[in-house]
Structures are given as structure tokens and as C-alpha cells.
């Protein structure tokens, strides 16, 4: 039977990153895809020019509605813009008993804007953490979930052993803000694995971070464990971006057409 994975994330009319590169993602993979809209964004490959939250209780029937009839395999949230509606996702993650969780931390999009309020940041440690079986993280989302900044490698160790104690079930920092090569650090609370890749030199990188989550939630539904999924995931991405399309004036989205990886 076909694998099927939820994504619970904003709308980037653009295209390149949010609902629709998770959506993309999923195909790429050859798994069945469903989405659960947050928000909706005015957005290009520029800038954003609005963001509409929709009601925490429709975000929550949205959930109800796909949870209670075909269910998921696998999950991934991304832009959750409030408090409200965290909490309505963390409720009905946990009264469907929701597995394979990959929580990436969406704080600021690629223009600079704003994507959570800050007042949510507390909500989303407490509350959405616990439930992840894997937090994705990138510098400066580590930085703000650290209270730590972030420079060194042995900066995102120190850093994922306190997001560790936030609840998730590993935590993956992403490496990409770093100067030199592209490194991500996975900790599971006892040792840390290194994922590595030629840095690529492009600005055609708009919907990175939502690409490598749905990625690994796809490859978790598929049955891979967490090393295998980012292994698979970071392949996937490198070669998305290598392939990125030149489209807008702003910062393009990558190719989500690439062939995934068929082995970690
Ligand atoms: O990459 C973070 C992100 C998440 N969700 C939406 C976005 C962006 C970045 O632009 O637009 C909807």
C-alpha cells in the first residue's frame, strides 16, 4: 500500500517552499501526500507582501478531518505562525497518537520576514518539542531554541544537547549558515553523527529547510530509520539545489523533479 505523509505548514503562493515544496517533495518520493494549511503567505521569490492566519479551530479541522479517515504514515510540521494554533496541532497529534514527527522550528523566511511570533517560540519549546521524533533546526533557529549563539561546530553540539532536553527524540542542526563545508550534526542523546556535503554556491535556495524536513518525513514513512532518513533527505536536497531553478528576481526554489536517492 502506498505510504502517505501529512505536512501541516503555510502556503507560499511562490511556490518554492512551504505547502507547495513539501507537496512536490512527497511526489518525489512516490508517496502519498496531504496538507494541512497554518497560513497563507503573499509570496514570491522576494519578499513576502502579507501572511493570513487561518482560525486555530479550522487548522484543527483540517487535522480531524484527514487523521480520523486516512491517517499518516509519517508527518511534518513547518510555518505555525501562532500559539494557538501550536496548540491545536499538539492536541490533535496527541489524540491521534501521531508517530513519525519532524518538527522543523520555522521562524523567518528566506526575505528576512517573519514567519512565528516570538510570543509562539515559548509554545513550540514546550509543547510541540516533546512530540518530535526529530527537530530540524538551522543556525539561527538553534540559536534562538539555545539561547546559545551559534559559530562553531562544537557550537551545534553544545546547542543540540540542550534542544535534546527540550523533548525531541533527536535533533538535527543544520549546518548551512556555517562558512566552509555544508555540515548538519544528528544527536540522539547519547552520540552525534555528521552529515556532510560540498557547499553549492547558487541563490537559488528559496524553501531549503521545508524541502530537507518533508524529505525525511517522506523517507520515515517509507520505513527508514532517523540516520538513514536525513542521509537520504541531504542527498536529495544537494542535488535539488545543484539543479535549482533560476525563477524570479529574488532568491529562485530548488528542482523538486530530481531523482531521490533509492539507498541512505
Ligand atoms: O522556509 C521557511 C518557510 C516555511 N513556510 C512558508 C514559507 C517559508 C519561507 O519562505 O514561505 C510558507
Known amino acids: 500500500m502506498i505510504k502517505t505523509v501529512l505536512t501541516i ?7 518554492g517552499a512551504g505547502i507547495q515544496a513539501d507537496l ?54 513547518g510555518m505555525l505562525s501562532n500559539s494557538g494554533i501550536i496548540r491545536a496541532v499538539c492536541q490533535k497529534i496527541r489524540q491521534h497518537r501521531l508517530g513519525n514527527l519532524v518538527v522543523d522550528p520555522v521562524m523567518v523566511a528566506k526575505s528576512g520576514d517573519r514567519l512565528l511570533r516570538e510570543d509562539a517560540r515559548e509554545t513550540l519549546k514546550r509543547e510541540l518539542l516533546p512530540l518530535a521524533t526529530v527537530v530540524t533546526p538551522n543556525l539561527p533557529e538553534a540559536g534562538v531554541l539555545s539561547g546559545k549563539t551559534i559559530s562553531t561546530r562544537q557550537n551545534m553540539r553544545d546547542a543540540a544537547k540542550i534542544i535534546f ?33 560540498k557547499r553549492i554556491h547558487t541563490r537559488h535556495t528559496h524553501g531549503t529547510g521545508c524541502t530537507f524536513s518533508a524529505a525525511i518525513a517522506a523517507s520515515l514513512a517509507l520505513g527508514r530509520t532517523v540516520p538513514e532518513a536525513v542521509a537520504m533527505a541531504k542527498k536529495y536536497i544537494s542535488l535539488a539545489i545543484e539543479k535549482g531553478l533560476p525563477l524570479g528576481e529574488g532568491h529562485g526554489p530548488l528542482n523538486h523533479l530530481v531523482h531521490p536517492p533509492s539507498e541512505p
Not at 505548514?9 to 511556490?15: Q, Y
Not at 527524540?169 to 550534526?185: N, Q, T, W
Open 9 to 15: 505548514a503555510g502556503s507560499d503562493s511562490g511556490g
Open 24 to 77: 512536490k517533495t512527497f511526489c518525489a518520493f512516490g508517496v502519498y501526500g496531504m496538507s494541512v494549511l497554518t497560513s497563507i503567505t503573499a509570496q514570491n521569490t522576494q519578499c513576502v507582501l502579507g501572511i493570513h492566519d487561518l482560525p486555530a479551530r479550522f487548522v484543527s479541522l483540517q487535522l480531524e478531518a484527514v487523521l480520523t479517515d486516512i491517517g499518516a504514515d509519517a508527518a511534518k510540521t
Open 165 to 197: 532536553d527540550l523533548g525531541s527524540r533527536y535533533v538535527l542542526i543544520k549546518g548551512g549558515h556555517l562558512k566552509g563545508k555544508a555540515v548538519d550534526i544528528l544527536y540522539d542523546g547519547d552520540t552525534f553523527a555528521e552529515f556532510e556535503s
